[in-house]
Each structure stands twice: as structure tokens, then as C-alpha cells.
């Protein structure tokens, strides 16, 4: 994951889209908006980074539906910088909201989990890692 320069609480900061099968659909955005693709080992499979054309900056990923990402839904799924993961969990299950995928570390970067508001969206929260 790219966090594209500095995070300010508040901010996206990243998407993905996750799908059964990611190949077909790399290449689909690929040849529709120019994207160019950088292969993220999972173990036995590949996620993608999505590349903005003639650059190395990474600002999307599109993956397969399983291992960590199993349980997260069919959709792009936008990731929004928090300054508190437990603080923002809490306060989205006190409000309504549902966490649908558990908080986990993303090596090095920080944690994320997956959330539904009210209204049925999901929208993942993510805090960055603290500097060393």
C-alpha cells in the first residue's frame, strides 16, 4: 500500500478492488485508464498495484478474493486515514455501524480494518504505523 505522500487524518489515502479472479480485471483497468500494473506476491498468488501511467507511484490495488481478503466485499473499496483505529471502531459500532473485517497489520504500514456504516457501505479505516 502507497500512502502517497504524508496522511492527514480524514484523508483517503488509498482503494481497492477486490474480485474473484483479479487478472482479467488488472487488465481491464490497465487498457481503460492507462493503469500500469506491479505484481505484489501473496504467497501462492498475486495482487496488483495499480500504477499511475509512467510513474512507480502506486495509487490502488486490485486483488483476489482470498486469504486476508476473503471476506471483504465486490467493490472498490476506498481506505480513510484515522488517527485512532480503536477510537473510530468504537465509535462506528456506538453509531450503528458494523466491522466486517477485523483489525489486522499491513507489514510496516499500519493496521486497517473493514467497516459498514448505516446505510449498508463499506469503507476500510486505516492507521498508519507509528515512525520509528
Not at 35 to 61: C, F, R, S
Not at 85 to 114: A, F, H, N, P, Q
Request: glycine content about 10%; charged content about 20%; some cysteine.
Amino acid at each position: 500500500m502507497s500512502t502517497c505522500g504524508k496522511s492527514v487524518a480524514g484523508s483517503i489515502t488509498w482503494a481497492d478492488l477486490t474480485v474473484p479472479d483479479a487478472e482479467p480485471i488488472k487488465d481491464f483497468y490497465s487498457q481503460v485508464v492507462g493503469w500500469k500494473t506491479q505484481a505484489v506476491n501473496m504467497g501462492k498468488y498475486d495482487d496488483y498495484n495499480m500504477e499511475l501511467p509512467g510513474t512507480h507511484e502506486a495509487i490502488a490495488g486490485i486483488c483476489h478474493s482470498r486469504g486476508i481478503n476473503a471476506h471483504i466485499p465486490a467493490q472498490w473499496l476506498i481506505y480513510i486515514h484515522v488517527a485512532d483505529i480503536e477510537e473510530s471502531v468504537r465509535r462506528c459500532l456506538d453509531l450503528g455501524g458494523k466491522v466486517l473485517v477485523e483489525l489486522k497489520g499491513m507489514s510496516g504500514y499500519g493496521r486497517y480494518c473493514v467497516i459498514q456504516d448505516p446505510a449498508g457501505a463499506a469503507a476500510a479505516l486505516f492507521e498508519l504505523a507509528p515512525e520509528p
